[in-house]
């Protein structure tokens, strides 16, 4: 199990986390699961937070929805 993870809404670090969980997919004879950082309405402006901005999934969101 990994937990508590996080990458900010940006094209390098969502190439990495797609990656990163791309991996834990290809391998999930030895991952159990995984546990994102940052979320909830109180981390504000934070760089890794997936709260909804003005109603929108921020990129984080999107690529962690591929993993569900």
């Given amino acids: 199990f990994l937990g508590e993870f996080g990458a900010a809404d940006n094209p390098q670090c969502l190439e990495s986390l797609d990656a990163l969980l791309s991996y834990m997919r290809d391998n999930s004879d ?15 402006d934070y760089p890794m937070s997936v709260e909804p ?7 984080q969101m999107i690529v962690l929805k591929r993993s569900f």
């Fill in 30 to 44: 030895v991952w159990l699961g995984w546990t994102y950082w940052a979320a909830g309405a109180w981390w504000g």
């Fill in 53 to 59: 901005k003005n109603g929108a999934d921020r990129g």
